[in-house]
Every structure is written in structure tokens, then in C-alpha cells.
């Protein structure tokens, strides 16, 4: 077999699986490749699941990071930081800008160090 004929039969293959499926999905009023009704990313997915309103400070403020070699590792911000995106108000602000100054004062500190290298 030639490759202008496998181009063909490969071609004819993705066609009728594309529209096979459409059509299948306009029948079941489901997406065939994840079993579902219609996904909404601003509602949710419409099967009647319930919706979660309310997270913890690690799923909202955490991120997961996969290393090169596999490793998942999990990075949590500064406590100052959580406590004020969580509960925003003049005193954890406050908090929170204080932390930050002398956060920035070590490095500065630091930064001199190493301009005299």
C-alpha cells in the first residue's frame, strides 16, 4: 500500500469517527467522550451535580508543582500572606505589610552583600 493510500484510508477513519460522534452526541445530548451532559465552565456540569462553594486555605492558595524527576511537591504561601487573602482586613493587612517589609529588608540587606563582591 502505497502512502497516498494510507492518507486515504487514514482521512476516511478520522471523517467517519468525527461525525459518527457528533451525531451520536446530538442523539444522547451527552459528549460521547466523557459520558456527560453538557459541560458549563461558568455553572458546572449540568447532570445535578452539587456545586462546592466553600474551599479550605490549602485548595485555594496552594500550587502543586511536578519536579523533573517526578517529584510532586506541594508550595504553600507564607502564613502572613494566607491570613490576609483569607480574611482581608486592616489588622491582617497590617500583618501582612509588616512581614513584608522585613522580608524586603533581608534581601536588601542581602543584595549588599553581594555588591561588594
Known amino acids: 500500500m502505497d502512502i497516498l493510500a494510507k ?15 457528533i451525531r451520536s452526541a446530538a442523539a444522547n445530548e451527552r459528549l460521547p467522550w466523557y459520558r456527560l451532559a453538557k459541560i458549563d465552565f461558568f455553572e458546572g456540569i449540568s447532570s445535578g451535580e452539587v456545586k462546592q462553594t466553600s474551599f479550605t486555605a490549602e485548595e ?6 511536578i519536579s ?46 553581594l555588591e561588594q563582591l
Open 7 to 21: 492518507k486515504r484510508v487514514l482521512f476516511v477513519l478520522i471523517w467517519v469517527f468525527h461525525f459518527g460522534s
Open 60 to 65: 485555594l492558595w496552594s500550587e502543586v508543582s
Open 68 to 113: 523533573a524527576g517526578g517529584e510532586i511537591r506541594v508550595a504553600y504561601p507564607p502564613y502572613p500572606v494566607v491570613e490576609f487573602l483569607d480574611a482581608p482586613t486592616l489588622e491582617t493587612g497590617k500583618r501582612y505589610l509588616e512581614w513584608n517589609a522585613v522580608r524586603f529588608e533581608k534581601l536588601r540587606q542581602a543584595q549588599e552583600v
